[in-house]
Nanobody
Framework: EVQLVESGGGLVQPGGSLRLSCAAA????????MSWVRQAPGKGLEWVSAISWNRGSTYYADSVKGRFIISRDNAKNTVYLQMKSLKPEDTAVYYC?????????WGQGTQVTVSP
């Protein structure tokens, strides 16, 4: 059974930093690209970032480019999202996601709130 468990969210002031983690299980982690997706209150899903299976390529939404860094540790089956210079508009539930064949798996999400 595929499991994705996010952690690391919380309340942070504007300009602050957080590091999200997503622990994966139930599949061969280092065979798959991983993504972070977020959903702000009252809005739809927004893709944030992705990293290739071998860490060779990383991708970012324009809204987070230069502020967020995605990374992964294949030995720990974990993907990270380092977020800095956080803004109120980064407030959202952050999900990690993996596409495995015809299926897409999601974690339960972790809440990030950016507020004074």
């Amino acid at each position: 059974e595929v499991q994705l468990v996010e952690s690391g969210g919380g309340l942070v002031q504007p300009g602050g930093s957080l590091r999200l983690s997503c622990a994966a299980a139930g599949f061969t982690f280092d065979d798959y690209d991983m993504s972070w997706v977020r959903q702000a209150p009252g809005k739809g899903l927004e893709w944030v970032s992705a990293i290739s299976w071998n860490r060779g390529s990383t991708y970012y939404a324009d809204s987070v480019k230069g502020r967020f860094i995605i990374s992964r540790d294949n030995a720990k089956n974990t993907v990270y999202l380092q977020m800095k210079s956080l803004k109120p508009e980064d407030t959202a539930v952050y999900y990690c996601r993996v596409r495995a064949g015809d299926y897409v798996y999601w974690g339960q999400g972790t809440q990030v709130t950016v507020s004074p």
